[in-house]
RNA sequence: GGGCGAUUGGCGCAGUUGGCUAGCGCGCAUGCAUGACACGCAUGAGGUCACAGGUUCGAGCCCUGUAUCGCCCACCA
């Protein structure tokens, strides 16, 4: 052992350690071995995007996912981690399409679909790979056979089967909605892919003039003016005051003027005292001409005064809406264009009318045709737009004021532009169903459910067994889905799963059967005999009248009666499909071959990802795929879920729907399976100035440069230490030069937001003469670093102290081993050695393994990674390392059960060590196993047969090794020792020089009877022990020190004491005690403590001030003495 | 607007049913090449636990309020 170097390279171990595991296909698992002795442990990855590299939030949450994964395989679970990657449609595409603008100057229209794929392919593959590498650097101990991509043949298969099965249950439907629309990337984006953020705006109040219902509507020259007097008459609040002979006007408050073109009415709310006078009236849009009515709907919130009207009397308790203060009681009502409007608008019958094209230009081509004057709009931007509209309506005295207004305005989390509530056609998962959203929420364990009734959902109990770690999240799980709407699936991308909709359109009833004479006949009676839904179905269809697909027709006379009747067919799988009643047929090409086109869209990328536990799996048929099967049986429901807070809505959620839809016995009528027992929701990494780290704020640590800097269990050790129960953990980042190594507390510029980016100064000391950046400078502004360039990485001190704990560790196997090599063998070979018949420190040193063993488990199984790793740093360096292999020193070389003792309390500590630190302990156990071993200690629990530590037995230490005596005759020892180290270092005392201890007769004989005074000597440096008084015959006067209340002295501490320090130190240790005593007296003279506290803690008390007085009493008269 | 988290020595954090003198790592000071480790050893300094009230014999912890920072959610009048 002496060859090894001194300090541990993580470098020279990791590659070779990481063959040595993957070469016996340590992470493989297969199912057939999981029984009631062996039960499965499962963890499917969040799949990461392969838009980019992993960040650290990426290192942190795997890590603690394989910290899991490590355990459960030692403790003998069949343990399966599964790996993949997720295609992440509009992001992946998004990053790609740059790139291709970048480099080619291309667009994606410049390609066919089909060659652009390619290009997002050869991206995935590259960012796969990458990925896949990271998290093998980290020592990411998944199955690696079993690795997963959300579009490849597996997921895709999932995928196919649960999108036929929602549209066949009539869970998926096509709407006409208005979806939040990315003007920019021209996609449908879902409620969670939109950003607020707060923008300055302004609230424009616009007058819209009242005119008179035409006799015939429709006809706009007919339309007569309203004059205030003809509304003061009909009693309108106000009226009066106006000047008589003009057009009267409703003011409405609107942030978004420009949508007035699309206004089909105006609402007030009933109660509104002016609602009853303008009954029968209508408005006029200006420059437009149009015609609206004014509807009456609750919605609308009243303003906080009506000049010349009373208000109704309103409830004292309720709450003051905030849009009160902005309000006029007017609201215009655009219904193409604002999600409530729409609402109000399918309450009230009011048009749609779309005014905007695809890319939030005003457009007449969309579904606005009354344009009148309004063409003067027609082409700008909506930003453009909204400037005119003000200039029209202000030249025409139309604009009352405008006022600023600061509110949250959705954008797109790609493309960052402002959302476009958009009016289009778009596929949705009926989510609000109870099949879908109350099996989720009936998911969580009953315990974690709220009780409150006023949500409808609350109060149903639950039946499902998924916990929340911490628990406060299972409310967020709770509150979302009390809120939820149905779920827009379809996106106009390239990149991800084809929606598997064929459609076509035949007018009328008759045309559809007129197709009877040719193909049409075997279509129709296809589709007939299809029509009751057998469970095999190959497709399922739907007619439906094309202008409102969201409603399949059913009645023969509504069929009848359609003249846009449309057939909308979802095929089950691709290739020859066959059921009892149709002949095996490939019905896509089937169906194009009948005039039918595949929907060009495709699937939002959460659908695969909300399939991910079962398609892993290999659902809906894992005998098909060698790597699937028996998986699903096995594995699920998963062990645990491990993932970000953000994410909980969009993943969580829909998984938990899914894996219960999809797994339920009964074809949906009960929910099936859970997708995971546990939910742990990991904390998010700030740096130290609480901002989120993000590749553009140039703040984020590259988990690559910390394991080529520190080491992958540098990375791991640190990164379980931050995982406390916080939302947010902190890690401040340094700037290191990778090539002196020196690091840099980085600078900062501030930027428009008001965050601070780090960024370098220009006369950085390690770019002498060049303009430095961070890795990731160009964000910052800065220049882009280059390989020529030398660049500052960022890294953060923290990951220290991981490297520090293995090379402490490295070391004390080094050391240990090295002791383990010397001395005569063990004399009783293969024999079992029992604890109580070894010296206290053996005993103490198993006791303190036997408690920490018990520590990481319970903190291992509450989710407290940071517990756990506070436990094992407390036994491998404060009671292993300063205490264990310091006492046995002297002791070790002539003892061969010590030996025994060391070895196996070595190897226990490696294997507590291993699922945090996978590969020094592997290296080091590795060696350990070289080592004979004739003796192991009973209790320990350790098997003996594994060729590795990753699939050695956990540690199944018994808690009889629990030794209350050994620990505390050992405290005494180490406070003792401590005791004469502080005077040793007070007075200077070399480490060499061994120094004679006095002690009281009654003490020497306790701490001799537990077996501590040879370990007082080794580990304070004492040579002689002598009664307190005695002449040593040296003629140096012993030095005092206090101990437990009694007076003892050192001797031969040097050839002459310094008094000043001795002085010093009984005066700050008289002061000390003053202060304790003072506090530990005014307690005990409270006249409620005596009677209130308990006893045991009131003589604990008292027993201490005892104590504390005599050692006051000695320390003072030592003092008294010196002078 | 709703919900949540945080506020403890210079920095990052523990502190799980209220109870000995509030712990840990980094940093700091002093000493040390001592049979593993200077990425180390020993000893030490440093905290009115954000603020104001309250409950209690006793509060970092429980209650009420306030302030600051941050996160998530929310249909842009």
Redesign the pocket.
Request: aromatic content about 8%.
């Given at each position: 052992m002496a060859d090894l170097p001194?300090?541990?390279?993580p470098a020279e171990h990791e590659r070779g350690i990481w063959g040595l595991w993957t070469g016996a296909d340590a992470f493989t698992a297969d199912p057939r071995r999981v029984d009631a002795d062996r039960p499965g442990y499962s963890i499917v990855i969040p799949p990461p995007n392969v838009t980019a590299a992993l960040h650290l939030g990426h290192a942190f949450n795997n890590t603690l996912q394989d910290v899991l994964t490590r355990t459960h395989r030692m403790r003998g679970y069949e343990a399966m981690w599964i790996p993949g990657t997720d295609h992440a449609g509009i992001a992946t595409q998004t990053v790609v399409e740059k790139r291709l603008l970048n480099e080619e100057g291309k667009r994606r229209t410049d390609f066919t679909r089909e060659d652009f794929i390619a290009r997002v392919q050869a991206w995935k593959d590259e960012y796969e790979r990458r990925i896949t590498d990271q998290l093998k650097a980290m020592g990411c101990s998944c199955d690696w056979s079993r690795q997963r991509f959300t579009m490849d043949d597996i997921c895709a298969r999932a995928v196919r089967e649960a999108f036929f099965i929602l549209f066949r249950d009539g869970l998926i439907y096509r709407g006409k909605r208005l979806v939040n629309w990315d003007p920019a990337s021209q996609t449908a984006l879902a409620?969670?892919e939109?950003?607020?953020q707060?923008?300055a705006?302004r609230?424009y109040y616009l007058r819209y003039p009242l005119v008179h219902a035409p006799a015939n509507p429709g006809d706009m020259a007919d339309v007569q003016e309203v004059t205030w007097s003809e509304l003061a008459a009909r009693g309108y609040p106000g009226a009066s005051g106006m000047p008589d002979d003009e057009n009267a006007w409703v003011t409405?408050?609107?942030?978004?003027p420009e949508t007035y073109l699309g206004d089909t009415g105006v609402?007030i709310?009933p109660h509104d005292p002016r609602a009853k006078p303008l009954r029968g009236l209508m408005v006029q849009l200006p420059l437009v001409g149009r015609v609206i009515p004014i509807v009456e709907d609750d919605?609308?919130?009243m303003p906080l005064e009506i000049p010349g009207a009373r208000l109704p009397e309103r409830d004292e308790d309720a709450?003051i809406d905030?849009?009160a203060k902005?309000?006029?009681?007017?609201?215009?009502v655009t219904p193409a264009h604002?999600?409530?409007?729409f609402?109000i608008g399918r309450r009230h019958g009011l048009d749609a009318i779309n005014i905007m094209a695809p890319d939030a230009s005003i457009s007449d081509h969309h579904g606005w045709s009354d344009v009148g004057d309004a063409r003067i709009f027609v082409g700008l931007s909506r930003e453009k737009a909204r400037e005119l509209v003000m200039r029209e309506f202000d030249a025409r005295g139309l604009l009352e004021k405008s006022v600023p207004?600061e509110?949250?305005?959705?954008h797109s989390y790609r493309t960052h532009v402002?959302?476009?509530?958009y009016l289009s056609d778009q596929w949705y998962v009926r989510v609000t169903d109870d099949r879908l959203v109350g099996f989720a929420q009936r998911a969580l364990r009953p315990e974690q459910r709220t009780t409150s009734t006023h949500m409808p959902m609350r109060g149903v109990s639950g039946d499902g067994e998924m916990a929340f770690f911490p628990e406060?999240y299972a409310?967020?799980y709770e509150?979302?889905h009390d809120?939820l709407?149905d779920w827009c699936i379809s996106r106009q991308l390239w990149w991800g799963h084809r929606i598997p909709v064929w459609t076509r359109e035949f007018g009328t009833w008759k045309n559809l059967i007129g197709e009877a004479d040719g193909p049409g006949e075997e279509l129709i009676t296809t589709l007939l005999a299809l029509r009751d839904r057998e469970p095999n179905a190959p497709l399922a269809y739907f007619l439906a009248s094309k202008s409102d697909m969201s409603r399949p027709l059913l009645e023969a006379d509504e069929i009848q009666d359609c003249t846009d009747l449309v057939c909308v067919v979802c095929v089950r799988r691709s290739g020859p499909l066959e059921t009892t009643r149709v002949k095996p047929r490939d019905f896509e090409a089937w169906l194009a071959k009948h005039g039918f086109a595949q929907d060009p869209d495709v699937l939002d990328t959460w659908f695969s990802s909300a399939l991910w536990p079962l398609s892993t799996m290999g659902w809906p048929e894992p005998e098909q795929s060698p790597e699937t099967a028996g998986l699903l049986d096995a594995f699920n429901p998963t062990s645990l879920l491990s993932t970000a807070?953000?994410i909980?809505?969009?993943w969580v959620s829909r998984m938990a729907m899914f894996n219960r839809y999809f797994t339920s016995p009964d074809a949906g009528r009960t929910p099936g399976r859970i997708p995971f027992q546990h939910v742990y929701i990991h904390s998010?990494i700030?740096d130290?100035?609480?901002?989120?780290m993000s590749k553009s704020l140039g703040n984020g640590v590259d988990p690559l440069d910390i394991v080529e800097s520190h080491g992958a269990d540098a990375l791991r050790w640190t990164l379980t230490?931050?995982a406390?129960?916080?939302?947010?953990?902190?890690?401040?980042v340094d700037l290191i030069c990778p090539h002196t190594g020196q690091t840099f507390a980085p600078t900062f510029i501030q930027i428009a937001s008001?965050h601070h980016v780090p960024a370098p100064v220009q006369d950085s000391p390690f770019a002498p003469g060049k303009k430095m950046v961070t890795s990731f400078g160009a964000a910052s502004g800065l220049a882009k670093p280059t390989p020529e360039t030398p660049l500052a990485r960022n890294t953060s001190?923290?990951f220290?102290?991981g490297?520090?704990v293995?090379?402490?560790l490295w070391?004390?196997g080094?050391?240990a081993m090295?002791?383990l090599t010397?001395g005569e063998p063990a004399p009783i070979p293969a024999s079992t050695l029992r604890a109580s018949e070894r010296p206290l420190v053996d005993r103490w040193m198993l006791s303190r393994l036997a408690r920490s063993a018990r520590a990481c488990d319970e903190a291992t199984n509450?989710y407290?990674f940071?517990?756990l790793n506070?436990a094992l740093?407390d036994v491998l360096?404060?009671d292993f390392?300063?205490w264990y292999?310091?006492a046995i020193?002297?002791t070790?070389?002539g003892d061969a059960h010590q030996r025994a003792v060391l070895r196996d309390v070595l190897d226990a500590i490696l294997r507590l060590l291993h699922p945090v630190i996978p590969f020094v302990t592997e290296t080091i156990w590795q060696g350990l196993r070289e080592l004979p071993r004739t003796t192991s200690i009973e209790g320990l629990g350790l098997d003996n047969d594994a060729s590795m530590l990753c699939l050695a037995g956990w540690p199944a230490i018994d808690d009889a090794l629990i030794d209350e005596r050994a620990e505390r005759d050992f405290a005494r020892v180490q406070a003792l020792?401590?005791a004469i180290?502080?005077v040793?270092?007070?007075h200077?005392v070399?480490?060499?020089r061994r120094i004679t201890l006095h002690l009281p007769d009654a003490l020497r004989g306790e701490i001799e009877a537990s077996g501590g005074l040879d370990l007082v000597r080794t580990l304070a440096g004492v040579e002689h022990v002598v009664a307190i008084g005695a002449d040593t015959g040296t003629g140096s006067t012993p030095t005092p020190f206090t101990f437990e209340g009694q007076a003892l002295a050192l001797s031969d501490l040097a050839d002459a004491v310094d008094a000043g320090a001795e002085r010093e130190r009984l005066m700050?240790l008289v002061g000390?005690?003053d202060?304790?005593i003072a506090?530990?007296t005014a307690?005990l003279s409270?006249?409620?403590?005596a009677?209130?506290?308990?006893a045991k803690?009131v003589q604990?008390?008292r027993d201490?001030l005892a104590r504390?007085q005599a050692e006051r009493e000695q320390a003072a008269a030592a003092l008294g003495s010196l002078a």
């Amino acid at each position: 052992m002496a060859d090894l170097p001194k300090t541990y390279q993580p470098a020279e171990h990791e590659r070779g350690i990481w063959g040595l595991w993957t070469g016996a296909d340590a992470f493989t698992a297969d199912p057939r071995r999981v029984d009631a002795d062996r039960p499965g442990y499962s963890i499917v990855i969040p799949p990461p995007n392969v838009t980019a590299a992993l960040h650290l939030g990426h290192a942190f949450n795997n890590t603690l996912q394989d910290v899991l994964t490590r355990t459960h395989r030692m403790r003998g679970y069949e343990a399966m981690w599964i790996p993949g990657t997720d295609h992440a449609g509009i992001a992946t595409q998004t990053v790609v399409e740059k790139r291709l603008l970048n480099e080619e100057g291309k667009r994606r229209t410049d390609f066919t679909r089909e060659d652009f794929i390619a290009r997002v392919q050869a991206w995935k593959d590259e960012y796969e790979r990458r990925i896949t590498d990271q998290l093998k650097a980290m020592g990411c101990s998944c199955d690696w056979s079993r690795q997963r991509f959300t579009m490849d043949d597996i997921c895709a298969r999932a995928v196919r089967e649960a999108f036929f099965i929602l549209f066949r249950d009539g869970l998926i439907y096509r709407g006409k909605r208005l979806v939040n629309w990315d003007p920019a990337s021209q996609t449908a984006l879902a409620d969670d892919e939109v950003e607020m953020q707060d923008v300055a705006g302004r609230f424009y109040y616009l007058r819209y003039p009242l005119v008179h219902a035409p006799a015939n509507p429709g006809d706009m020259a007919d339309v007569q003016e309203v004059t205030w007097s003809e509304l003061a008459a009909r009693g309108y609040p106000g009226a009066s005051g106006m000047p008589d002979d003009e057009n009267a006007w409703v003011t409405v408050a609107t942030t978004r003027p420009e949508t007035y073109l699309g206004d089909t009415g105006v609402a007030i709310n009933p109660h509104d005292p002016r609602a009853k006078p303008l009954r029968g009236l209508m408005v006029q849009l200006p420059l437009v001409g149009r015609v609206i009515p004014i509807v009456e709907d609750d919605y609308v919130v009243m303003p906080l005064e009506i000049p010349g009207a009373r208000l109704p009397e309103r409830d004292e308790d309720a709450p003051i809406d905030p849009k009160a203060k902005f309000a006029t009681g007017f609201l215009k009502v655009t219904p193409a264009h604002d999600p409530n409007d729409f609402e109000i608008g399918r309450r009230h019958g009011l048009d749609a009318i779309n005014i905007m094209a695809p890319d939030a230009s005003i457009s007449d081509h969309h579904g606005w045709s009354d344009v009148g004057d309004a063409r003067i709009f027609v082409g700008l931007s909506r930003e453009k737009a909204r400037e005119l509209v003000m200039r029209e309506f202000d030249a025409r005295g139309l604009l009352e004021k405008s006022v600023p207004y600061e509110h949250a305005v959705g954008h797109s989390y790609r493309t960052h532009v402002p959302i476009e509530p958009y009016l289009s056609d778009q596929w949705y998962v009926r989510v609000t169903d109870d099949r879908l959203v109350g099996f989720a929420q009936r998911a969580l364990r009953p315990e974690q459910r709220t009780t409150s009734t006023h949500m409808p959902m609350r109060g149903v109990s639950g039946d499902g067994e998924m916990a929340f770690f911490p628990e406060r999240y299972a409310r967020s799980y709770e509150q979302w889905h009390d809120n939820l709407r149905d779920w827009c699936i379809s996106r106009q991308l390239w990149w991800g799963h084809r929606i598997p909709v064929w459609t076509r359109e035949f007018g009328t009833w008759k045309n559809l059967i007129g197709e009877a004479d040719g193909p049409g006949e075997e279509l129709i009676t296809t589709l007939l005999a299809l029509r009751d839904r057998e469970p095999n179905a190959p497709l399922a269809y739907f007619l439906a009248s094309k202008s409102d697909m969201s409603r399949p027709l059913l009645e023969a006379d509504e069929i009848q009666d359609c003249t846009d009747l449309v057939c909308v067919v979802c095929v089950r799988r691709s290739g020859p499909l066959e059921t009892t009643r149709v002949k095996p047929r490939d019905f896509e090409a089937w169906l194009a071959k009948h005039g039918f086109a595949q929907d060009p869209d495709v699937l939002d990328t959460w659908f695969s990802s909300a399939l991910w536990p079962l398609s892993t799996m290999g659902w809906p048929e894992p005998e098909q795929s060698p790597e699937t099967a028996g998986l699903l049986d096995a594995f699920n429901p998963t062990s645990l879920l491990s993932t970000a807070r953000e994410i909980i809505t969009l993943w969580v959620s829909r998984m938990a729907m899914f894996n219960r839809y999809f797994t339920s016995p009964d074809a949906g009528r009960t929910p099936g399976r859970i997708p995971f027992q546990h939910v742990y929701i990991h904390s998010v990494i700030q740096d130290g100035h609480g901002q989120r780290m993000s590749k553009s704020l140039g703040n984020g640590v590259d988990p690559l440069d910390i394991v080529e800097s520190h080491g992958a269990d540098a990375l791991r050790w640190t990164l379980t230490s931050i995982a406390t129960g916080t939302q947010d953990v902190r890690l401040p980042v340094d700037l290191i030069c990778p090539h002196t190594g020196q690091t840099f507390a980085p600078t900062f510029i501030q930027i428009a937001s008001g965050h601070h980016v780090p960024a370098p100064v220009q006369d950085s000391p390690f770019a002498p003469g060049k303009k430095m950046v961070t890795s990731f400078g160009a964000a910052s502004g800065l220049a882009k670093p280059t390989p020529e360039t030398p660049l500052a990485r960022n890294t953060s001190s923290k990951f220290d102290a991981g490297r520090n704990v293995c090379n402490k560790l490295w070391n004390a196997g080094r050391f240990a081993m090295g002791m383990l090599t010397r001395g005569e063998p063990a004399p009783i070979p293969a024999s079992t050695l029992r604890a109580s018949e070894r010296p206290l420190v053996d005993r103490w040193m198993l006791s303190r393994l036997a408690r920490s063993a018990r520590a990481c488990d319970e903190a291992t199984n509450a989710y407290q990674f940071a517990t756990l790793n506070q436990a094992l740093y407390d036994v491998l360096w404060r009671d292993f390392c300063d205490w264990y292999l310091e006492a046995i020193k002297p002791t070790a070389e002539g003892d061969a059960h010590q030996r025994a003792v060391l070895r196996d309390v070595l190897d226990a500590i490696l294997r507590l060590l291993h699922p945090v630190i996978p590969f020094v302990t592997e290296t080091i156990w590795q060696g350990l196993r070289e080592l004979p071993r004739t003796t192991s200690i009973e209790g320990l629990g350790l098997d003996n047969d594994a060729s590795m530590l990753c699939l050695a037995g956990w540690p199944a230490i018994d808690d009889a090794l629990i030794d209350e005596r050994a620990e505390r005759d050992f405290a005494r020892v180490q406070a003792l020792a401590e005791a004469i180290r502080n005077v040793r270092a007070t007075h200077k005392v070399k480490p060499q020089r061994r120094i004679t201890l006095h002690l009281p007769d009654a003490l020497r004989g306790e701490i001799e009877a537990s077996g501590g005074l040879d370990l007082v000597r080794t580990l304070a440096g004492v040579e002689h022990v002598v009664a307190i008084g005695a002449d040593t015959g040296t003629g140096s006067t012993p030095t005092p020190f206090t101990f437990e209340g009694q007076a003892l002295a050192l001797s031969d501490l040097a050839d002459a004491v310094d008094a000043g320090a001795e002085r010093e130190r009984l005066m700050k240790l008289v002061g000390d005690l003053d202060k304790s005593i003072a506090a530990l007296t005014a307690r005990l003279s409270n006249p409620g403590y005596a009677d209130k506290a308990p006893a045991k803690l009131v003589q604990q008390t008292r027993d201490e001030l005892a104590r504390q007085q005599a050692e006051r009493e000695q320390a003072a008269a030592a003092l008294g003495s010196l002078a």
